[in-house]
Structures are given as C-alpha cells and as structure tokens.
C-alpha cells in the first residue's frame, strides 16, 4: 500500500507558514484535494503531489522523505539513492 509521512508533510507546511487555503492555492489544486491529502484519507496524485512539491519547494531528500517514506535514501550516490 502507498503511504505518505503526513507528519512530515505538515512540519515543512507550518515551517512555510502557509495556510491550507495559500498553499491549495500555490499548488493549483482544489482545497478539498489537499485537506483530503492531509487528513489521509487520499493519496495525493502524481499531479498533486508535483505540485505540492513545486509550491513547498522541497529537495529531493525532502520529497523522498514525504512521499517514499519506506524507501531508504542515500544523498552520497547521486539520483540511483533509491534502494528497498
């Protein structure tokens, strides 16, 4: 089953101190879409996802981090960091 760090996802939220309505908005999606992202009770889409990232303005590590939260990553290896 896919899973996000929702945790996660909402620390680096606060830390750009965005309200759900600006960051909604900053990622062009509907708010809807984005609370039912926060309240887990959907997975973001690709899409959604992308734009989450482009609007937070996350790094790779951080993107990994939120989105492939199983997934062990290794900054010193380049992009091939991904491994199971």
Avoid: W
């Amino acid at each position: 089953m896919y899973e996000i760090d929702y945790e996660l996802l909402l620390k680096y939220i606060r830390e750009k101190d965005l309200s759900y309505v600006d960051l909604a908005n900053a990622a062009h999606i509907s708010r809807t879409s984005l609370y039912n992202v926060i309240d887990g009770k959907n997975c973001p889409s690709h899409y959604v996802a992308v734009n989450l990232i482009e609007a937070l303005g996350l790094t790779l590590e951080d993107t990994a981090a939120i989105f492939y939260p199983n997934i062990k990553f290794k900054k010193e290896i380049g992009h091939e960091q991904f491994t199971y």
